[in-house]
């Protein structure tokens, strides 16, 4: 998506989970362990040149997208914890995110 100041945006919509009772330790650790498997299945797509062939560079790439959005539920999970524990604004937080970005020179406008 691309809004009329020219910066791209991804849009993505992640459910709430409803049948757990997360609190912020546990989407804290469970953010961890998602961003480890990202990280090892990272792993495998830098060691595809090595002897050992178990999974084509396709289903690496396939995994690698599934760990992605693992880690982005569990930060999802964890915003709502913050909303609805905490009375966190997330839009209100998104909208300093992005001013932050601009600030760092990340993005400009
Ligand atoms: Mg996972």
Same mark, same amino acid.
């Given at each position: 998506m691309e809004k009329n100041n020219g910066i791209k945006y991804k849009s993505i919509s992640l459910p709430r989970l409803n049948n757990l009772k997360p609190n912020i330790e546990s989407t804290a650790l469970k953010l961890m362990e998602e961003a480890g498997e990202l990280a090892q299945i990272i792993g495998k797509f830098r060691g595809? $040149?090595?002897?050992?062939?178990?999974?084509t560079e396709k289903e690496v790439i396939e995994k690698m997208s599934e760990e992605l959005l693992d880690v982005a539920q569990v930060a999802v999970s964890m915003m709502f914890v913050l909303e609805e524990?905490? $009375?966190?604004?997330i839009e209100e937080k998104v909208q300093q995110h992005i001013q932050k970005l601009i600030r760092k020179k990340y993005i400009r406008e």
């Open positions: 595809l $040149n090595g002897e050992k062939f178990e999974m524990t905490y $009375n966190v604004d």
